[in-house]
C-alpha cells in the first residue's frame, strides 16, 4: 500500500515520494516491479544453491490410463476443484494453500486399497494439480465483483485493466460488457487448450532440464531485461526492475510471502481513491458515518476479525508451548 503511493495525488495533484524525480511522478510501474520480485529474487535464490544436474528422460509422455482416472475418480476432481475455487476466492492464499489442503483432504478419502501417499497414490497428484488450476477462477470471482484480485495472477490482470481505463468491480458488467464476456472467453478456451498443449510441448520442455543451470538463469535475466525496457523503452524501468529483484531477495530471504505485495499495489489506489472520498463525505467524522450504515459496520467487523483471531491463536499456542519448559 505504501509503494502504490508514490506519484501524483489522486484529489489535488501534488507530487509525492517522487523527490523531485518526473519518472516517479508517475508512480512506480507494474511491470518492472512484478518482474523484479517474482523472476529476479527467484534467481539470485537460485544462484546461492549447488548447481544441479538433471536427467531427462526421453520416453516422457502420456498414456489412455491418465484419461481414464477421470473417469474412475471423478470425485477427487470434484472435491478439489471446489477447494481450489473456495481457496482462490479468499484474496492472498493462492495455489500452494489450495494444493496442501487438497492433498490433506484427500488423505481422509483413503480407500484401504489403494496406495500410500507419497509412494504413488494418483489422487495426490490429481488433487494438488487440480486445486491449483481451479484458483485461477475462484480468483476472478472477487476481482469482477470486488475489485479484489484473489492472488497474484489475476492481480497482474486487473493491473492491465486499470492500465487500459477499465476499472473492475460490479459497474464493469454494465460499462464494459465486452470485457467481462472476453475475460470468460479466453479462459474457458484455455482450459480446452491447456491439455493439447501440454501434450504437445511436454516432451520439448522437459528437454530444456539438459541445459546447464546457469545457462537457464541466464536466458531468464535477459528476457526479464529486455521484456521489461520492450513494455515502456524507459531506461528507469531497468533500476526499478534491480531494485525490486533485490529487495524480492531479502523478502524470500527472511521468510516473507510476495504475493500479498502485490495485491496491495495492484489495490492502492482504489482503496486511497475510496477511503478519501469516504473521508470527505463523513466530514472527518468517519465513525459516526459508518455506525449508520450497517452493511459496512459488519463487513469492517468480520476483516477484523479475521486479522485479530490468528493473532490471538498464535499468542495462545506460544503461551501453551512455554507453560511446560517454565513449569
Request: glycine letters at 10%; proline letters at 6%; aromatic letters at 10%.
Amino acid at each position: 500500500l505504501a509503494i502504490a503511493t508514490i506519484g501524483l495525488d489522486p484529489m489535488t495533484g501534488v507530487s509525492r515520494f517522487g523527490y523531485g524525480s518526473i519518472y516517479l511522478d508517475s508512480g512506480i510501474a507494474l511491470v518492472p516491479m512484478l518482474v523484479g520480485i517474482f523472476a529476479l529474487s527467484e534467481i539470485a535464490v537460485q544462484a546461492e544453491r549447488q548447481v544441479r544436474a538433471h536427467d531427462a528422460e526421453a520416453g516422457v509422455g502420456t498414456s489412455m490410463e491418465a484419461f481414464t482416472s477421470l473417469v474412475r475418480r471423478p470425485f477427487t476432481y470434484l472435491r478439489a476443484a471446489a477447494m481450489g475455487v473456495f481457496i482462490g476466492i479468499l484474496p492472498g492464499l493462492g495455489g500452494v494453500s489450495a494444493s496442501f489442503l487438497s492433498y490433506r483432504i484427500e488423505k481422509l478419502f483413503k480407500r484401504k486399497d489403494d496406495p500410500e501417499f507419497g509412494t504413488g497414490n494418483p489422487n495426490g497428484v490429481i488433487a494438488c494439480e487440480t486445486s491449483n488450476s481451479a484458483v485461477t477462477g475462484g480468483a476472478l470471482i472477487p476481482m469482477l465483483s470486488l475489485s479484489i484480485p484473489g492472488d497474484p495472477i489475476v492481480a497482474v490482470l486487473m493491473g492491465g485493466l486499470l492500465l487500459q481505463g477499465v476499472v473492475p468491480g460490479p459497474r464493469m458488467f454494465i460499462t464494459d460488457p465486452e470485457v467481462v464476456q472476453g475475460i470468460f472467453a479466453v479462459f474457458l478456451v484455455g482450459a480446452v487448450l491447456l491439455l493439447p498443449i501440454g501434450l504437445m510441448f511436454i516432451r520439448a520442455v522437459i528437454r530444456v532440464l539438459v541445459l546447464p543451470q546457469w545457462a537457464i538463469m541466464a536466458c531468464v535475466v535477459m528476457i526479464s531485461l529486455v521484456g521489461t525496457y520492450a513494455v515502456q523503452r524507459e531506461i528507469l524501468d531497468l533500476y526499478v526492475l534491480i531494485f525490486f529483484g533485490f529487495a524480492g531477495y531479502l523478502l524470500r530471504k527472511f521468510d516473507f510471502p510476495l504475493p500479498p505485495i502485490v495485491i496491495g499495489f495492484v489495490l492502492g489506489p482504489i482503496f486511497e481513491e475510496k477511503f478519501r472520498r469516504t473521508l470527505l463525505i463523513s466530514q472527518g467524522d468517519l465513525f459516526g458515518y459508518l455506525l449508520d450504515r450497517p452493511i459496512a459496520l459488519a463487513v469492517l467487523t468480520l476483516t477484523a476479525l479475521f486479522v485479530i483471531l490468528p493473532l490471538v491463536g498464535a499468542v495462545l499456542r506460544k503461551r501453551k508451548v512455554m507453560a511446560p519448559a517454565t513449569g
